[in-house]
C-alpha cells in the first residue's frame, strides 16, 4: 500500500469517530430505566381526621374485635325427601320403568348464631335450622374448629332457636336492652353473609317495632329492629350490636325485592330473645298466653267513628270462639288501650306484650267501648288452632246458629263457614273462610293465607267445610286441588295445592 493510501484510510477512521462521538452526544439525553430507581411516595395525610371521628373509628375497631368471636357460622344439611307418584320424572321412568322413584337429595343452607354461654349455647333464627336432619347442623368458630350441634328447641312466633355444642370456655356476647334502643343510633351487624365469614357492617337504627310479618302467621310476634347496616343472606342469626359492642337484636331478615341486600334489615330485639332462649333451654318449648282475638291497629277515621279522640289503641275485629277473651267478655269493635297500665298502640305491640305471658296468667285490659272506658280481667289460655272466629258485634243478625270448622293437616290450613256478613263484605253467595293456615306449609307456600274465602275446589260448588273435606278427603297423596279463591279486596285468584 502506498503512502497515500495509508494517510487516506487513516483520516476515514478519523471521520468515522468524529461522527460516532456527535451521535452518541446527541442521544445521550434519553432517560433509561434503571431497576434500581425509586419513587419518593407522599405518606402524609392531606388533613387531621377530626378526633371525634377518629375515636368512632376506634370504636368501631375494638367492637368488631369484641363481638366477631361470639359469632359463629351455621352450616345446615336438610334430610333427604322421599318423592311422591306426582312427582316421579318421565325421564328416569321411560328408562327404569314406572316403579322407579329418585328421592330429592339433602340441600344446605347457612346462617349465623350468637354464643350465649361459655359451655355452647348458641342463639340463632328458627328458619336457619328447623328443617336440619339428624347431626346436619355444623358449627364453626372463628378459630376455625368445628362442631356437630343438637337443636334445643325452636320458636317459630319468634323465629328463634338455640343449638348446643359440646364445648368449654367460649367467648360469650354480652347482651344489652332493646327497650333502650333509640332511631338514629349507630349499630353494627356481625354474620356470614353469602359465605363471607367474620363480616362486620354499620349503620343505623333506622326505626323500631316493625311489623314486616314475614311469616304470615297472624299470632306471630312481629316487632322488628329496622337498621340499614348491610345484612344480606347468611347474616340470619348473627348479632346487631350497639357502639357498646352489647348484642340488641338478633338478625332475622331484609326488605328486598331480590333477594339480597337492598337497604334494610330487621333484627328480632334481644329483650324478647332472651326470654324466648332462656325457656327453650328450660323446658325445650315455649308457652305463651293468648287472649284470643283478631285484630288491627286503628287509623284516624276508625278512631273518629268509635268516639275516640285520636287513633290509639289496637281494634278487636274478631274474638275466638272459647277463648280467653271471649270469656272475659271481650266483643268485637272494642278498642284494647293498654295491658297491665302499659299503653299499646299497634298490633304487633300487644301481641309482644302478651306474648311474654304463660297460659294461665291473668292480665288486666283496659278497653274503650261505647264512649267509655271500662277495664278487663282476662285469664291467658294456650294458643288453639281449631278454634273458629265469631263475631261478637251489633251486626251479629246472621242465620248461622252454630260455626262448623274443618282441618286440613296435610297441607296445613283449615276453614270455617262464612256468616251473612261475611258474605256481604266480600260479595259471594256461598264459600268457606281460611282462618289458619300453618308457617311454611304446602298451603302456606302456595300462597293461601287466612282471610281468604274458598268458593271452589276443583271447579266443585264449596257451600261447607264439609264439601270441601269431601273433595279434599277423595284425593290421595301427589293429587293436586285448584281452590278458587276470592280475597277481601273482591279479587279472585287460583291457589294449587299439592296433597301431603
Excluded: C
Excluded at 451521535?23 to 434519553?30: C, D, E, P
Excluded at 370456655?169 to 363471607?196: E, R
Excluded at 284470643?292 to 270462639?321: H, Y
Excluded at 272475659?328 to 302478651?354: C, F, H, P, R, Y
Amino acid at each position: 500500500m502506498s503512502k497515500k493510501s495509508i494517510i487516506v484510510s487513516a483520516l476515514l477512521v478519523v471521520v468515522v469517530l468524529f461522527f460516532t462521538a456527535i451521535l452518541v452526544a446527541n442521544f445521550s439525553g434519553i432517560k433509561r430505566l434503571v431497576a434500581g430507581s425509586q419513587i419518593d411516595f407522599k405518606t402524609e395525610p392531606p388533613i387531621t381526621a377530626n378526633q371525634n371521628i377518629k375515636a368512632l373509628n376506634e370504636s368501631f375497631v375494638e367492637i368488631s374485635k369484641a363481638i366477631t368471636p361470639s359469632v359463629v357460622f351455621i352450616d345446615v344439611t336438610t334430610a333427604a325427601k322421599k318423592n311422591d307418584e306426582n312427582n316421579k320424572d318421565k325421564n328416569f321412568e321411560f328408562f327404569f320403568g314406572p316403579d322407579f322413584k329418585m328421592d330429592q337429595p339433602p340441600q344446605h343452607g347457612s346462617g349465623s348464631g350468637v354464643i350465649i354461654s361459655k359451655d355452647g349455647y348458641i342463639m340463632t333464627n328458627n328458619h336457619v335450622v328447623k328443617d336440619a336432619s339428624d347431626k346436619g347442623i355444623k358449627v364453626v368458630l372463628t378459630d376455625k374448629r368445628e362442631f356437630t350441634a343438637k337443636l334445643v328447641g325452636t320458636d317459630p312466633n319468634t323465629d328463634i332457636a338455640v343449638i348446643k355444642i359440646e364445648a368449654d370456655n367460649l367467648t360469650v356476647a354480652s347482651v344489652g336492652n332493646s327497650d333502650d334502643v333509640q332511631v338514629g343510633q349507630w349499630v353494627l351487624a356481625v354474620g356470614n353473609p353469602l359465605g363471607l365469614n367474620n363480616t362486620v357492617t354499620a349503620g343505623i337504627v333506622s326505626a323500631l317495632g316493625r311489623n314486616i310479618n314475614i311469616s304470615g302467621d297472624t299470632y306471630a310476634i312481629n316487632n322488628f329492629i329496622q337498621t340499614d347496616a348491610v345484612i344480606n343472606p347468611g347474616n340470619s342469626g348473627g348479632a346487631l350490636v350497639d357502639i357498646n359492642g352489647a348484642v340488641i337484636g338478633i338478625n332475622a331478615a331484609i326488605q328486598t325485592t331480590n333477594g339480597f341486600y337492598q337497604g334494610y334489615g330487621f333484627a328480632i330485639p334481644i329483650n324478647i330473645a332472651k326470654s324466648v332462649a332462656s325457656e327453650l333451654i328450660k323446658t325445650g318449648k315455649i308457652e305463651r298466653g293468648y287472649i284470643g282475638v283478631s285484630i288491627k291497629d286503628v287509623d284516624t277515621k276508625e278512631a273518629k267513628g268509635l268516639g275516640l279522640d285520636k287513633a290509639k289503641g289496637v281494634i278487636v275485629e274478631n274474638v275466638i270462639k272459647g277463648g280467653a277473651g271471649e270469656e272475659a267478655g271481650v266483643k268485637s269493635g272494642d278498642v284494647i288501650l293498654s295491658v297491665d297500665g302499659k299503653e299499646v298502640n299497634a298490633a304487633n305491640q300487644l301481641q309482644t306484650v302478651i306474648g311474654s305471658h304463660k297460659p294461665g296468667e291473668q292480665v288486666t285490659l283496659s278497653i274503650f267501648r261505647d264512649g267509655k272506658t271500662i277495664s278487663l280481667p282476662v285469664k291467658l289460655k294456650p294458643r288453639d288452632d281449631s278454634q273458629p272466629l265469631t263475631d261478637n258485634s251489633a251486626q251479629k243478625k246472621d242465620d248461622e246458629t252454630q260455626m262448623n270448622s274443618k282441618k286440613f293437616d296435610e297441607v296445613g290450613f283449615s276453614v270455617t263457614d262464612i256468616t251473612s256478613s261475611i258474605k256481604k263484605q266480600y260479595d259471594v253467595e256461598y264459600g268457606v273462610l281460611v282462618n289458619n293456615v300453618v308457617n311454611y306449609s304446602e298451603a302456606f307456600n302456595r300462597g293461601l293465607r287466612a282471610g281468604l274465602v274458598i268458593v271452589e275446589a276443583d271447579k266443585s260448588k264449596i257451600d261447607s267445610p264439609d264439601k270441601l273435606a269431601s273433595i279434599m278427603n277423595d284425593r290421595k297423596k301427589g293429587d293436586i286441588v285448584v281452590l278458587k279463591v276470592v280475597t277481601p279486596n273482591k279479587d279472585i285468584r287460583l291457589v294449587a295445592l299439592e296433597i301431603q
